[in-house]
């Protein structure tokens, strides 16, 4: 257990939809990442967050947005939902002098 | 800009045997080299790390990974491959971020598979 915990699991949804996929990271860690997992693309950072702020930003879409809240827990949300977007979304975290990121689970994200 | 690449897509060994998976990296400063394993249906599990220091590294589960300035390479290895190794293995590389953390860059991946 790697302590960083995603909800939900699963997720089917339909095209032109809207979800929140939510993280909570591990005690005490400060930064959040995102990262989607797909056939065609493989794992692919999508943006990271740092105590709040916005630090970092991969290949996310204009579709798609992330914030981190006070409490540290972070979510993503996509919208507009295409079939394209069904993946694996992980999320991971990192402490202040940590360096290497922790996985959550991942939520298995359907576009039907 | 950074890269990984993982050669092999798919291999397979006998349980018992050694087991090298093979990983490149492109990287304009000095890298931090990561490999984590997958096992189906669950999240990304850190095997080892490499970041300055000796280049053999150990990892969990009896592996360790060489890291090869010279030929760009930072290749996992394990003595004697167990059953329930068979999963999928990424190389990563990536910097430190300023307030720690790193953004990884993903190689494809190489799916173990082990026969008994």
């Known amino acids: 257990d790697s302590g960083v915990t995603q909800t939900p699991k699963h997720l089917i949804t339909a095209t032109g939809q809207r979800v929140t996929l939510r993280c909570s990271p591990r005690s005490g860690d400060l930064s959040v990442y995102w990262y989607q997992q797909s056939l065609d693309q493989g794992l692919q950072f999508l943006i990271q967050?740092?105590?709040?702020?916005?630090?970092a930003k991969g290949n996310i879409l204009e579709r798609f947005s992330a914030q981190q809240f006070p409490d540290l827990h972070s979510e993503l949300n996509l919208s507009s939902l295409e079939l394209g977007d069904s993946a694996l979304y992980f999320c991971?975290?990192?402490?202040?002098?940590?360096?290497?990121?922790?996985f959550g689970q991942g939520t298995r994200l359907t576009v039907v | 800009a950074q890269s990984v690449t993982q050669p092999d897509i798919h291999i397979t060994v006998s349980e018992g045997a050694s087991l090298e998976l093979r990983c490149n990296y492109s990287y304009g400063a000095t890298p931090y080299l990561f490999w984590y394993v997958q096992s189906p249906g669950q999240g990304l599990q850190l095997l080892l790390k490499y970041f300055s220091g000796d280049t053999l590294v150990q990892g969990i589960k009896g592996f360790e990974a060489e890291f090869k300035r010279s030929q760009s390479s930072f290749n996992l290895r394990k003595p004697s491959v167990h059953w329930s190794d068979a999963a999928e293995y990424f190389c990563?590389?990536?910097?430190?971020?300023?307030?720690?953390?790193?953004?990884?860059?993903f190689g494809t991946g190489t799916q173990l598979k082990v026969e008994l």
């Open positions: 967050y740092y105590n709040g702020e916005e630090r």
């Open positions: 990563a590389v990536g910097p430190i971020l300023t307030g720690g953390g790193n953004k990884l860059t």
């Open positions: 991971a975290s990192s402490g202040d002098r940590g360096t290497e990121a922790f």
